[in-house]
C-alpha cells in the first residue's frame, strides 16, 4: 500500500508554487527625474495564476518585490500605492500594472526537458490628472536550463523566477522608446515640469 | 560467450571508451599576452538567447574552476549578471562588442563594472550533444535476484567557442573553439558497466589551460 501510495503521488500533476521574495536584485540604471505612483492593488500583491488544472503559482509578492526596484531604476521619485486616489502631490506619471496572462509549458506537453513560463503584463500609464497615456502591453518569458533533478515545483518557480526578471529587464529597456511616452516627456521638457 | 572472450570485450571497450579527440581552434589578434591585476576578476558566461539550447551550466562552472586557480579571481556568473542586473539577461545581454560599447557608455554601468573590479568576460557558446546511439541491453528482476545484459554505444559531441572581452578597453582579446568527440559505452553483464568517454571534461580542460595561457602571470 505505502509502494502503490507512493507511485500515485509521484505520477500526480498537481503543484502548488509560491516565489519567493529577494530573488531579484537591484538594477543598475540611471533614474530620470520623474516623480510616479504605482497602483499595486490587493488582487496584484496576492496575484495567483492557474495556468493548468491543478497547478497553481503564486507570485504576488514576488512581482511588487521585481517591479518596485525595476521602477525605482526609472524614475528618481518612486511611491507604492494601493489605489489611483493614493498617488502623493506632485506625482507626475500614474502607472498601473496587472497581469494579463500566464502560460506555462511542462515537459508533458512540449516532449523538451525544460519547463517554460510566459507572463503578459499592462502597464497603463497615465498624468496624474488621469489623462491615459498609453496601455503596454509587456510579454515576459522564463524557462528553465533544463529538468533534470529538480522537482516540478522547483522547476516551475525557477521558471517564473526567469519570466519575471525577463518583465523587469524589458520594462528597463523599452519603457523610454514607448513612442506616446517619449511624446509626453518631450511636451513635459518643452512645457515645464 | 567464455569468460575469456567476455574479458577481452570489456577490456577493448575499457580501451576505447578512454579515447576521445579534442581539437582547440584559437584566434588572438596579437601575440601578447593579456594583462591582469591582482585585483582584477574575469567572469564567465553562458549564452542563453538560442531558442533550442542554453550554454551547459556544469561546462561553464567547469571553466570557471579551471581558471580560479590563476592570480585572478574568477566571479560565478550569477553573481556577475545579478551585479549587472538587468543589462545581462538573456533578452539585453549584449551580442557583440559595439553593444557592448553601447552599453558601457552608460557611466552607471560602467561604474559598476568598476566597482565591481571586473576586468575581462568571457562568453561561452555550445552544446553538448548525444547520437548514434547503437545496441540494446536487456535488464530484468526474478525471485532469486536481477542483472542486464547487453551492450550499448552511443557518440559524444562537444563544441564551445569561448570569446574573451576586455571591459576596459572594450576590444575583443581573444577567441576560442574546442571540439570533442568520443563515444561512451555500458555493457551488461549482470551488473551494468559504464564505460564513458571524458568529452565534456576534456573539451574544459582544453579550453581552461589554453585560456589560462593568454594571461600575463603577474602585472603591476
Not at chain 1, 502548488?16 to 538594477?27: H, I, K, L, Q
Not at chain 1, 522547476?155 to 513612442?179: H, N, Q, W
Request: proline residues 5%; charged residues 20%; aromatic residues 8%.
Amino acid at each position: 500500500m505505502l509502494v502503490a501510495g507512493a507511485m500515485l503521488t509521484g505520477c500526480a500533476t498537481s503543484a502548488s508554487v509560491t516565489v519567493d521574495t529577494n530573488r531579484f536584485p537591484t538594477v543598475v540604471s540611471q533614474p530620470r527625474d520623474i516623480s510616479a505612483a504605482i497602483v499595486m492593488d490587493h488582487e496584484f500583491r496576492n496575484f495567483q495564476a492557474l495556468p493548468l488544472e491543478k497547478v497553481d503559482i503564486t507570485f504576488g509578492a514576488a512581482q511588487v518585490d521585481l517591479w518596485t526596484k525595476a521602477f525605482d531604476g526609472l524614475f528618481d521619485d518612486v511611491q507604492i500605492v494601493n489605489s489611483k486616489a493614493e498617488a502623493p502631490p506632485g506625482t507626475d506619471l500614474v502607472i498601473i500594472p496587472s497581469v494579463q496572462e500566464v502560460q506555462l509549458s511542462t515537459p508533458n506537453q512540449s516532449y523538451l526537458n525544460v519547463y517554460e513560463v510566459w507572463i503578459k503584463y499592462r502597464l497603463d500609464i497615465e498624468t496624474a490628472d488621469g489623462v491615459p497615456i498609453d496601455s503596454w502591453f509587456l510579454p515576459a518569458y522564463g524557462k528553465t536550463p533544463d529538468s533534470v533533478m529538480l522537482s516540478r515545483t522547483r522547476a516551475i518557480e525557477g521558471a517564473t523566477v526567469v519570466a519575471l526578471r525577463d518583465a523587469g529587464a524589458k520594462l528597463l529597456l523599452d519603457f523610454y522608446r514607448i513612442p506616446a511616452v517619449h511624446v509626453w516627456i518631450e511636451q513635459r521638457q518643452q512645457v515645464g515640469p | 560467450m567464455s569468460f575469456s572472450r567476455i574479458v577481452m570485450l570489456l577490456a577493448s571497450a575499457s580501451l576505447c571508451a578512454c579515447a576521445s579527440t579534442t581539437t582547440i581552434d584559437d584566434y588572438r589578434p596579437t601575440t601578447e599576452l593579456i594583462e591582469i591585476q591582482s585585483h582584477e576578476k574575469v567572469a564567465v558566461l553562458g549564452r542563453r538567447d538560442a531558442g533550442h539550447y542554453e550554454t551547459d551550466t556544469g561546462f561553464i562552472e567547469c571553466l570557471g574552476n579551471q581558471l580560479d586557480g590563476s592570480h585572478f579571481d574568477v566571479v560565478p556568473e550569477q553573481a556577475f549578471i545579478d551585479a549587472l542586473y538587468p543589462w545581462f539577461e538573456p533578452r539585453t545581454a549584449p551580442k557583440g562588442i559595439k553593444r557592448l560599447r553601447n552599453l558601457m557608455s552608460d557611466p552607471v554601468v560602467k561604474a559598476k563594472v568598476a566597482q565591481e573590479n571586473i576586468r575581462y568576460l568571457v562568453w561561452l557558446d555550445g552544446e553538448v550533444e548525444s547520437a548514434g546511439h547503437a545496441g540494446t541491453m536487456s535488464c530484468g528482476i526474478g525471485p532469486t535476484g536481477g542483472g542486464c545484459f547487453g551492450y550499448a554505444s552511443w557518440d559524444k559531441n562537444v563544441f564551445f567557442e569561448a570569446v574573451v572581452w576586455d571591459l576596459a578597453d572594450l576590444t575583443e582579446e581573444a577567441r576560442i573553439r574546442v571540439d570533442s568527440e568520443g563515444t561512451s559505452y555500458v555493457i551488461g553483464i549482470v551488473a551494468p558497466i559504464p564505460l564513458l568517454s571524458p568529452v565534456k571534461s576534456q573539451a574544459c580542460e582544453g579550453m581552461g589551460a589554453k585560456l589560462r595561457s593568454y594571461f600575463a602571470k603577474e602585472v603591476g
